[in-house]
């Protein structure tokens, strides 16, 4: 059973209260359970429990704020619902490894650094983001890159963008391509939290592939039964796929078709039992059993 839409739910809802006090029983009874069965369901589904969950996005939020506002430490303290400064600095430096007020000075400096060497840099052609590649049908008519304002963990996130496609027919991907021996005989889960924004015409999306040696398509999936569009907050999505006994390679990536922006953070890869469903797309019609409409007199149906 997947409990991937209720842990969904719960997401936007954390996302929409970030700013106060939140309990793991409100959070749980949002998605309609009790706190007891959820928090287990949370877990296993995004790799960190609720109250795990709300510190890192707000600590996210204040690291997201001491960079580009100018706002007191003290006043973000507060705001990110932590009781005195010193308890949101000993918090802050636990997952970014400096207090609040020299993160501030040295995340500045670096940020001002990155930029000037991106743009002195701006005719090179290697990847901008180390282990990614672009590509897709108009892959020239994108951008990715790595983005310092708009984070859900940590210090970035990765983003894909349209740099001039308007028709859903475009697309591009920010993608990876890895041996699939590793994960052989098991069924693996890739998921990440994804942000939208005004994505439309086309879609935006995960997406991953199993591929055997001789190139056929084994397994697929790119959420074309459930696209993103418009604009979104942060949440957490997932494939599910069986790796064969045949697969050679694994492909993944994010891809985003039209016009908008996508950022993406945390991808994880975790084997999971045989009672998570796949989301395995039929990308084939299945051959049928025996010749049909030999005498041209069946209509479709």
């Not at 580009?68 to 006043?75: A, G, I, Q, W, Y």
């Not at 697929?220 to 006994?245: K, Q, S």
């Amino acid at each position: 059973m997947s409990y991937n839409p209720a842990v969904q739910k719960t997401i936007d809802y954390i996302e929409r209260n970030l700013e106060r006090a939140l309990t793991g029983e409100e959070i749980a009874s949002e998605a309609g359970f009790s706190f007891f069965h959820f928090h287990r369901i949370f877990q296993r589904e995004t790799g960190m429990t609720m109250s795990e969950y709300v510190r890192a996005r707000r600590l996210a939020g204040a690291a997201s704020a001491l960079l580009h506002t100018d706002e007191r430490v003290l006043d973000l303290a507060l705001r990110f619902g932590f009781e005195s400064q010193e308890a949101f600095s000993r918090a802050f430096k636990k997952i970014y490894g400096l207090p609040p007020a020299r993160y501030r000075r040295w995340m500045g400096g670096m940020l001002h650094k990155e930029e000037l060497s991106m743009q002195t840099n701006s005719n090179l052609q290697e990847s901008p983001v180390k282990g990614w590649f672009m590509s897709g049908s108009h892959p020239f008519l994108y951008e990715m890159g790595i983005d310092r304002h708009t984070v859900h963990r940590g210090t970035g996130s990765g983003y894909l963008k349209s740099a001039a496609a308007e028709t859903p027919e475009q697309f591009g991907t920010m993608m990876q391509v890895f041996r699939a021996e590793r994960y052989v005989g098991q069924r693996i889960r890739l998921s990440a939290f994804v942000k939208t924004d005004q994505v439309e015409p086309g879609f935006a999306a995960l997406w991953m592939r199993v591929d055997a040696a001789d190139g056929d398509v084994l397994q697929f999936d790119n959420m074309a039964n459930r696209p993103l569009t418009g604009t979104l907050d942060w949440n957490h999505y997932a494939i599910v796929l069986d790796v064969p006994e045949s697969a050679a390679q694994i492909s993944f990536g994010v891809l985003l078709s039209g016009s908008g922006q996508i950022h993406v953070d945390g991808f994880a890869f975790d084997e999971v039992p045989d009672t998570v469903p796949t989301t395995h797309l039929q990308t084939e019609e299945p051959l049928p059993d025996r010749p049909i409409n030999l005498s041209f007199e069946e209509v479709p149906e």
